[in-house]
């Protein structure tokens, strides 16, 4: 399953998701993100082959279904801030590859630090979640611009990404700010 193609990454949603308005969101916002990385990755010619992008983008919110967000029809009993980790744990249990696992479990925010999940009251997960490979930094950025409760919408302006990941501290924005650094010039955010 190292490279994974449409065929895998579809049979791992199907495995967790029925089609109802749950699937519809988690496929919408997954194929923007998709789209947005495979661009960046296509205008800075990243070395990463294709199929790996849209895998980690289509998986990278597996999770939801088990959290508690009734706004994007998530019934669940976990609190959101856990969809990557919990998405990573579901990816292994279908044999998904490590790093498409490793994109779930570390795209959430700017990427959380121990600390602050901690301090929410949530799973000391033994340590950071910050996004690490390249593969990780492109989809944790391009998550960042598409919302779940507004599918099909233009990517968000880059001042309203800002603002969003502000909330959550100068650290949160200074790591976001560096994704954009890293990501952000090829698209004229």
Known sequence: MEGCNTAVWKSIIDRYYTEDKLRDILVGHSRQVADMALAIASGQQLDIPRDNIETAAMLHDIGIIATHAPGICCFGTQPYLMHGSIGATMLREAGAPDWACDVAERHTGAGLLRNDIIAAGLPDPGHDLLPRTVLERLICYADKF?????????????????????????????????????????LNL
């Open 146 to 186: 598409f919302s779940k409760t507004h599918i099909g919408a233009p990517a968000k302006p880059i001042e309203r990404v800002r603002a969003s990941i502000a909330k959550f501290g100068a650290e949160a924005l200074a790591r976001f700010d560096a994704l954009h650094a890293e990501f952000g010039g090829v």
